[in-house]
């Protein structure tokens, strides 16, 4: 009996993460999805309505297990393997973490936290106090920082919505507070019964008005943070699999940006095995196959004795990329350096201001801080990417 995945685009997690994963645990893999033309040539992909809930189910009657580390197929996935009998996430809770107004509404309701928050319906003005401002307006089911600007006062939010809703005049929007802080990420992995802390990074952000993420530093959340994170995922009913969480502190108090309910994402998934040393996508294979997270050799995310950076290289302007480098990998005074492309040489896209911009992420893994920085400075000064306008 097979594995399925539910996906839309080809991804790094599933060509690189869980297919290599379940060739290791002896499971044949079908991928289900939409867009069966674009993945590569010798990937087992079977074409399905992967939005469709009861698609889902009717094509993995056979399914062993079944899982998707899509932002937007949770809940259609989850209701699907909770159809078949299959261990899998609460739906409810996979539609509450994807629609960022409700994730609000649930943390408020159980008094943990209010972060003043504005739904926009598609066609609707936003009735926006003024005292709001500075504020940030979204997607309301948004990813990848896509369409996430900071507006400063009421006409540059009208401008900006105007300005999104010219590409996607049916999306739901957000307005919110602007949390103001470090960004932190708090990415477990869990069970039916409980969840364990694989880790968490500080995130380096580009300048706004948009939220494009240029580095990550390892750094496991502290015990204050951890408890208060506890509490709010508990709130939305995360549990099972895997979830990456993204919050800031102010004042000592957790106040969450989103939560997504899958890996950590644009590779950082593929970065957290190597550094935790895990076979990780195993391990998320391993709990939608029923088995229990005592079953899986987890460290302490507090006692890893390795650090690690990432740096994401940018396009700096619209353009097909003539040149650029390959795969690397190397190692520079005991620190484990890699460069993974994100866009193939000849490509043209536009300079979007989020993480869609990515052109390779660049990573060092070492002993401590200083020795990882100075190795991925001097790797990153002998990189070249060109584009042509």
């Not at 309301?140 to 900071?150: I, K, T, W």
């Not at 995130?203 to 008005?209: F, Q, S």
């Not at 390892?218 to 969480?245: E, I, K, M, N, Y």
């Not at 040393?277 to 998320?284: I, Q």
Request: charged content about 25%; overall charge negative; aromatic content about 4%.
């Amino acid at each position: 009996m097979p594995l399925y995945l539910t996906a839309l685009n080809p991804t790094d997690a599933v060509l690189d993460g869980f297919l290599p994963a379940a060739a290791r645990l002896g499971l044949p893999v079908t991928v289900l999805t939409d867009r069966p033309d674009q993945w590569p040539a010798g990937v087992p992909v079977a074409r399905c309505a992967v939005r469709d809930p009861a698609a889902v189910a009717a094509a993995a009657t056979r399914a062993l297990a079944l899982l998707s580390n899509s932002d937007h197929l949770q809940e259609a996935t989850a209701i699907a393997a909770g159809t078949l009998g299959l261990p899998g996430k609460d739906p409810r809770s996979a539609r509450t973490c994807k629609d960022k107004a409700a994730a609000r509404q649930v943390i408020a309701d159980r008094g943990l936290d209010v972060v003043r928050t504005v739904p926009v319906d598609p066609g609707a003005l936003p009735a926006t106090p003024d005292d709001l401002f500075p504020a940030v307006v979204k997607p309301r089911d948004g990813v990848a920082s896509e369409d996430v600007y900071l507006v400063a006062e009421r006409d540059e939010l009208t401008a900006r919505i105007a300005e999104i809703r010219s590409r996607r005049p049916e999306v739901a929007l957000v307005v919110e507070e602007y949390l103001d802080g470090e960004l932190r990420t708090y990415d477990t992995l869990g069970d039916a019964n409980g969840r364990a802390l694989l880790g968490g990074w500080r995130t380096g952000l580009g300048p706004p008005p948009t939220f494009t993420e240029l580095s990550l530093d390892w750094s496991p959340p502290p015990d204050t943070d951890h408890a208060q994170l506890r509490t709010r995922l508990d709130a939305l009913g995360v549990g099972f699999g895997a979830c990456h969480t993204e919050y800031v502190v102010q004042d000592g108090r957790v106040r969450l940006i989103e939560v997504n309910y899958r890996l950590i994402g644009d590779r950082m998934d593929l970065i957290l095995a190597e550094l935790l040393g895990v076979p990780l996508f195993e391990h998320v294979i391993r709990l939608h196959l029923g088995e229990p997270l005592s079953a899986l050799t987890l460290p302490d995310p507090a006692a890893v004795d390795r650090y690690a950076r990432v740096e994401y290289v940018c396009a700096d302007r619209s353009g097909r990329l003539a040149a650029a480098p390959g795969r690397i990998d190397t190692v520079h005074d005991g620190v484990r350096l890699g460069c993974r492309p994100l866009r193939e040489v000849g490509g043209v896209a536009e300079r979007t201001g989020t993480n869609r911009d990515y052109l390779a992420v660049l990573h060092g893994i070492g002993p401590d801080r200083d020795a990882v920085r100075a190795a991925l400075t001097a790797f990153r000064r002998d990189l070249r990417w060109t584009i042509d306008g």
